[in-house]
C-alpha cells in the first residue's frame, strides 16, 4: 500500500506564505501524476495543482499566479510552495498520487489555516 506523508502545514496571517512537502513510500517516477487538493469546511475537495512525470502542471483558478508545485527528484518528494495566502485558502490540503488503472492515493491531510 502507498504511503503519502504530507508536512508543512500551519497558521499564517494573510499575505504570508507556507511550503507543503508530500513523501511517497515509493518513487515519484512511479506516479503519472503528483498533487495537492483542499477541503474547506461545508464545501466540496478541490484541485490545486498538479504535475506529471514529465514536468507539466496544472493550477485551479484561485491559485493561479500565487502557488507553485514542484517536483524534488533527489528527496522524492513534491512540494507546493504558498505565496500571498487569503483566509479563503484556509482548509485541510490533501497530497494525491495517480497511477494508471490503479485507483488514486491520497494523504491524510494537513491543515493551513490562514487568519485575517
Known amino acids: 500500500q502507498v504511503q503519502l506523508v504530507e508536512s508543512g502545514g500551519g497558521l499564517v496571517q494573510a499575505g504570508g506564505s507556507l511550503r507543503l512537502s508530500c513523501a511517497p513510500s515509493?518513487?515519484?517516477?512511479?506516479?503519472?501524476?503528483m498533487g495537492w487538493y483542499r477541503q474547506a469546511p461545508g464545501k466540496q475537495r478541490e484541485l490545486v495543482a498538479s504535475?506529471?512525470?514529465?514536468?507539466?502542471?496544472n493550477y485551479g483558478d484561485s491559485v493561479k499566479g500565487r502557488f507553485t508545485i514542484s517536483r524534488d527528484n533527489a528527496k522524492n518528494t513534491v512540494c507546493l510552495q504558498m505565496n500571498s495566502l487569503k483566509p479563503e485558502d484556509t482548509a485541510v490540503y490533501y497530497c494525491?498520487?495517480?497511477?494508471?488503472?490503479?485507483?488514486?492515493?491520497w494523504g491524510q491531510g494537513t491543515q493551513v489555516t490562514v487568519s485575517s
Open positions: 494525491n498520487a495517480v497511477r494508471t488503472f490503479r485507483e488514486p492515493y
Open positions: 515509493e518513487s515519484i517516477f512511479r506516479f503519472n501524476f
Open positions: 504535475i506529471s512525470s514529465g514536468g507539466s502542471t
